[in-house]
């Protein structure tokens, strides 16, 4: 099936530095999403990203946290600066469309981030 | 605001056992529902979904009904293999939020089939 890549796997960072989470998604897709996962918990909406703006952000997406996609290259979250609560794995997903229908959103594997 | 809610933190079978893993939700909208499962590594990825009531989806043996009277679409099948270890999540995706495509994510049931 459709693949949506992440890099990378895993980063180890110290508190206060920024970071940037990288998503490769599918080719023909248009609707970009990043989801948080803290160990043990559920998986939670962060924002949803289409055509060059947030579309909507949950309360988890604090001002330290910003999406863009520049010339339809990779799909980035940056966080600036980090805290220790952004330990967590990072899922990106994207979709095709969003028609006033629900379309199947596709993920990559995660990002590990844990924040020192 | 939305809500999933799966009963089973851990499911522990044998081969050919019958699983049922409970999926309850509450929506303010008509949602179309889903089931994604998590392989180690790995991230979510669709096993079906259903948009209307009393609607079924289907896959690799697995299925669910949505059933909107009792809010519910519960995950069964009947008999599982050591292959289906691994995460499985209900979602929802709800409709009358304009197209909204963001996902709520039940807890995750973690199944582990013993051969």
């Known amino acids: 099936g459709p693949k949506v890549l992440q890099i990378p796997s895993h980063q180890i960072i110290d508190m206060g530095q920024m970071v940037t989470l990288n998503c490769d998604p599918v080719?023909?897709?248009?609707?970009f999403y990043w989801y948080k996962q803290i160990l043990g918990q559920q998986m939670e909406f962060l924002v949803n990203f289409y055509n060059g703006k947030v579309m909507e952000k949950s309360k988890l997406f604090k001002d330290q946290f910003s999406v863009e996609r520049p010339d339809g290259s990779y799909f980035t979250l940056k966080i600036q600066p980090t805290a220790l609560e952004d330990s967590a794995v990072y899922f990106c997903?994207?979709?095709?469309?969003?028609?006033?229908?629900?379309?199947?959103?596709?993920f990559g594997p995660g990002t590990r981030l844990l924040v020192l | 605001g939305d809500s999933v809610t799966q009963t089973e933190g851990q499911v522990a079978l044998s081969e050919e056992d019958f699983l049922t893993i409970h999926c309850n939700y509450s929506a303010s909208g008509y949602p179309t529902l889903f089931w994604y499962v998590q392989y180690p590594g790995e991230g979510p990825q669709l096993l079906f979904r259903a948009s209307r009531d009393k609607e079924k989806g289907s896959s690799r043996g697995f299925e669910a009904t949505y059933d909107k009277g009792t809010t519910s679409f519960h995950l069964r099948k009947a008999s599982v293999q050591e292959s289906d270890s691994a995460v499985y999540y209900c979602?929802?995706?709800?409709?009358?939020?304009?197209?909204?495509?963001?996902?709520?994510f039940g807890q995750g049931t973690v199944l582990s089939v013993i051969p």
């Open positions: 080719s023909n897709h248009l609707y």
């Open positions: 979602a929802l995706s709800d409709r009358a939020t304009g197209g909204n495509n963001k996902l709520t």
């Open positions: 997903a994207s979709s095709r469309r969003d028609w006033g229908g629900v379309d199947t959103q596709y």
